[in-house]
């Protein structure tokens, strides 16, 4: 009898239908590796980019829109090589991190510009993009005269004006307010829901989790984790995490915690007269650890994460 | 009764060179830009006002002055502004971004870039060195130092794109493209001279002229429509290069 053939084990780091594909990249910049024989894809819908600052989000994006040749490896977006065929940024947008914008152009002669470059023929365009980012109203204030969170609502703009269906948003909620954050996350989000391909960076969990489906995790230029972003919390919250506590009875809250499931050790810092804690549960211990010292009689004077720190997070992933 | 007519919103797109120029002459320039220009400008009146020191005879008295100050200083430098602003200054802005992420192909973003930086040369350098002309006592040079600037600035542009195309440090390099291989190397090597703006501007200039001092006429260099003629083609060959650097170019941004 013949048995079925096995169902291939979907890899999270690459899309079922790839509009853009990022095979083996190593992008390096003199001495410094910025991309490591990176591979993944991304396809419709908005998928996240996360990792702590200098992890080769930025770099990614660049080789995706073509701004930066990669060393090895291919990069590809509708199965053409964004160096090469200029024609792929016409179905292409980059909204960059940096906050410079053109110098002596109102928003919507900036935007003007950009839909020439694309020889859009509907005189409006630029007026809607400039709607749907809520910049309307100030389209004739200069861009430079803009706050970060504007300036970066009008790259935005720029870069929606031409249709594009792969979008490459490399950090585009800094600087917004909260409405406005909530705002451009929904506009995302519908860009997505499109059809189009939205890819969005950022340094920040939260960020990602409340606009993508699936998220991307690179640390120091390489591939961390990859999946959905219940995936990525969970992984994160089973990586150790340190916490110091400092006490009036440390000696009888250590033999206390050690009989915790949630601890998986104690040790005594000298230098700093209290506890290290390590958990592989450190919401458990947060809600144990009170409860420990009242029942004890034990003062707790400080209680301190020592590695809740984004980039310990993501440097556990990698281990 | 006539019909209510309801506003076109499509209209033929702009060409994207004219797009291009638009914001060159736009965006590029801003404020300080012009003051970096337009101050090496009235350096010229000033070299213009020097030759009123010379016993020699105005027109004479000029030519030499022009030949030195305005050809070997002004017109250089005030290109280099130019030529930096309209390419290299955006690329380390991270500006230039917006422009290159675009289906415009890259022949016509440096074409754009060109006549944008061109036109402003002409329209600073060029006047600078005839008033300085006219400030001298020299009317009748006028027109001579105006098409030698106006070339020597056009094919200056055209350089200094191109190794804003190589390097992000436009300033620097053009800077020792100048003094280094044009004045130094220049001096020395005809062969280097043919290719040099300031030469051939200088060229240019003497030979429009009715009886130029002998100091100024170098042998082995085209004057007149010649030396127009070598430097329409420096101008291609640069833009030539610029064109395909910017295939090749790895646009990092302005914190990088």
Redesign the interface.
Known sequence: MLLPPPVPRHDPAFATDPTVTVDGVSVW?GPKVALSELSCSFGPGVSGLLGPNGAGK?TLM?AI?????VNEGTVRVHQLDP??D?????R???V??????????TAR??VR??A?????????APDVALRTVDLFDVGDRQVDTFSKGMRQRTKVA?ALVSGPDVLVLDEPLNGADPVQRAALIALFKRLGAEGRTVVVSSHVLNEVERMAERVIVLVHGRLAAAGGHRAIRDAMDETPRHVFVRSDGGRRLAASLVGLESVTGVTFDSKRDGLVIQTLQARELAVALPRLAKGASIRLLEVRPLDDSLESLFRELVR | MSANPST???????P?V???L??TW??C??PKRWAAILLPCAGALLFGLLAHASDAGADRAFANVAAEGIFGLVMPIAALVIGDSVLGAEVR???L??????????WQIVLGRWIGGASVGVVTIAPAAALAAIVAGSPSSAWAAFLAAAVGSIAYVAIFIAIGCMTRRTAVWSLAFVFLIERLLGAALTGIAQLSPTWESRAIFVGLLDNPPSRLVRDGIPEGGGAIVRMAIVAAVALALANWRM??M???????
Do not use: C, K
Request: no cysteine.
């Open positions: 910049f930025t660049r829109t073509g701004l930066v040749g160096r090469r200029r024609g792929v940024h016409a292409m947008a980059l960059p991190e940096d906050e410079a914008v053109p110098a002596g152009l002669q900036f510009y950009v020439d470059l694309h020889r859009i023929a509907d005189r409006e720029a | 076109p919103t499509t209209a033929r797109p702009t994207r004219i797009a291009i638009r914001y736009r965006s320039f801003p802005a991270g500006t971004h917006f422009t290159w992420l675009s289906p415009a192909p890259t295939h090749h790895r646009l990092a941004g302005a914190s990088d």
